[in-house]
C-alpha cells in the first residue's frame, strides 16, 4: 500500500485574484456532508486531506510558499475554539473540528517549503528528500467526489498490481486545452498504456485530459531533474512524465468513471461550478 502522499499547494493563485492576495485559494470552500447529514462548507484542502485519510493515508507533505500560513494555522489543532463552540451549544460543529483535529493528529504532517512558484514539477520535486518508496500526488485545488473514493484505491492498486513506474487519472473533457493531455493504447477497460503526453497543447490529440492525481515510484525525480522549464516558464510534471516515456518506463492512465465529481478550484468559472455541483449533489443525497 503507497503510505505517503505529495500535496502541492504553493501556487500563487492569480486567475482568483483578489480573492487568494491573502487566502490560498485551496482553502477556499466547497460543500460536503458533516454529522447527522448536515451540509457544511469546508476548506478543498481539508476536503481532500480528509478523503486522504479515509483511504489510508498517514503521512502528508504539503507544498508550500510564501503566503500560505492559513493552510498551515487551519492543521493546528485549536480546541479553545472548540470549547467556545460547545459553550455556545454548537455541539455539532465543535464535535465535527475535533474528529478533524484527530485525524490530523495521528498523522505525521509535513510542510515543505517552495520558495518561488517554478511550477507543479518543482512542487513534487521539493518532496524528494521525504520519499523512498512508491507515492501519491494529489494536487491541493481539486477534489473528486466518488462514494467509498475507487477513484483512488483503483488508480493505486492498477499502479501497483502492473508494477508501473507512473499512473495517473485521466478524463474525456470538451476541450482539454488547459489541460495536460494524453494519447495512448488501451489496455484493459479504461485503463491505458500512455504513448505521449503534452502541457497545455494548442491542437490537443485527443479529448483524455490528465487530472492532476498521480501515483509514482521515485523514477520521477530523476525525470523532473532532467527536464527544462516548459510552457508558461515552469517545470511541469506532464514533461517529467514525457520523460519517463523517453526512457521508455511504463506510464499507464485511469479513465474517470462518468458518475464521478470533479470539483477543480483553479479559476472563478469552475469555483463556482464547484461550489454549485457540490451543494446539489451533497443536498440530493442528505434528503434521500
Known sequence: ??????????????????????????????????VKGRVRLKPMLQAVFEQLYDVGFRE??????????????????????????????????AGELEEFYRKVGVSSVVFVNQPEPKGFGDAVLRA??????????????????????????????????????????????EDPRQYGVMEGNKKVKDVYTVRKVVEKPEKPPTKLAIMPIY???????????????GKGGEMQLTDGIQMLIDWG???????????MIRLDIGNPESCWEALNRSYQY?????EK
Open 128 to 173: 524528494r528528500p521525504f520519499i523512498e518508496e512508491n507515492f501519491l500526488v494529489h494536487a491541493g485545488d481539486t477534489h473528486i467526489v466518488s462514494p467509498g473514493h475507487p477513484h483512488l484505491t483503483r488508480l493505486i492498486g492498477i499502479h501497483e498490481e502492473l508494477k508501473a513506474d507512473a499512473t495517473f487519472i485521466v478524463q474525456e473533457v
Open 60 to 93: 502528508f507533505y504539503f507544498i508550500v510558499g510564501r503566503g500560505k500560513r492559513a493552510i498551515a494555522d487551519h492543521f493546528a489543532a485549536d480546541y479553545n475554539f472548540v470549547k467556545v463552540l460547545r459553550r455556545e451549544k454548537k455541539r455539532d460543529l
Open 282 to 286: 451533497f443536498c440530493e443525497r442528505t
Open 215 to 229: 501515483a509514482f515510484n521515485t523514477s520521477i525525480f530523476k525525470a523532473l531533474e532532467a527536464i527544462s522549464p
Open 249 to 259: 518506463l511504463k506510464v499507464l492512465a485511469v479513465k474517470l468513471e462518468p458518475h
Open 1 to 34: 500500500m503507497i503510505r505517503k502522499v505529495v500535496i502541492p499547494a504553493a501556487g500563487l493563485g492569480t486567475r482568483l485574484l483578489p480573492a487568494t492576495k491573502e487566502m490560498p485559494k485551496e482553502m477556499l470552500p466547497i460543500f460536503t456532508v458533516g
